[in-house]
């Protein structure tokens, strides 16, 4: 079996998420025929909602006309899960690799990494059993989603991805319902640490912490 550190990376910088939508699926066709090794694209998104496959809209608190007014675009996308935000400062990865029928797993990876992320800035992360996703514990018990995670698989390789919070404007989550989680919150680093980090910097580490992940399709 592979390893990940076969990975490609590329830093696409700000992209519109049509437009990285589009891209992905190119990478992806590409990796499915054996053209292009196993690829992560590390980019950031101007202000945009996504929902996924579990979605209804009922976790939307506007109407579409005042989302776009606020300078919101909304997609409608093929990954798990429901309503998400991404933005400036919001660092999102989509590992475009083989994972086979082991999805379960492939989600325990992906958050693997980014905890030992934020371990690396000594910050105490965690998945929670039965949403995917890495949370941290304020010190009143209060549960906080620093990185929302959501994939698709087709084709036995995946696409979509993780969003992990950087230097996120976190009012922009208070216009969805994130995740469709009640009773809980959103963080960054940013807020966890009290300063700005250098989003290169942050890449760096998920780039090392991917390519030390295996790559989870089966052999053959």
């Known amino acids: ?8 990376v590329e830093r ?3 992209v519109p998420y049509q437009e990285a939508w589009e891209y992905q699926k190119k ?14 694209l590390l980019l950031e998104h101007p202000r945009v909602i996504t929902l996924g496959r579990k979605a209804t809209g009922a976790n939307l608190l506007l109407s579409q006309e005042e989302y776009a007014r606020r300078g919101f675009e909304l997609y409608w996308v093929e990954r798990g899960g429901d309503v998400t935000y991404h933005g400036p400062g919001q660092l999102v990865g989509y590992p475009i ?3 086979g029928r082991r999805v379960r797993d492939f989600l325990r990876q992906i958050e693997s990494a980014i905890v030992e992320v934020a371990a690396s800035y000594g910050i105490e992360a965690y998945p929670s059993p039965g949403y995917a996703g890495v949370w941290v514990r304020r010190s009143d018990g209060f549960e906080e989603k620093l990185c929302a995670i959501g994939v698709a698989v087709k084709q036995d390789i995946s696409f979509h991805g993780f969003a992990l919070n ?7 989550f208070e216009v969805i319902v994130p995740c469709g989680l009640l009773g809980k919150g959103v963080t960054s680093l940013e807020r966890l640490l009290g300063h700005k980090v250098p989003l290169e910097e942050v890449m760096d580490r998920v780039e090392r912490a991917f390519k030390k992940l295996p790559i989870l399709a089966e052999e053959a």
């Open 166 to 172: 950087v230097n996120t404007h976190l009012e922009d």
């Open 97 to 99: 690799v083989p994972v």
């Open 27 to 40: 990478v992806h066709q590409e990796v499915v025929e054996g053209r292009r090794p196993p690829t992560l």
């Open 12 to 14: 696409l910088g700000q």
């Open 1 to 8: 079996m592979r390893t990940i550190a076969e990975l490609k």
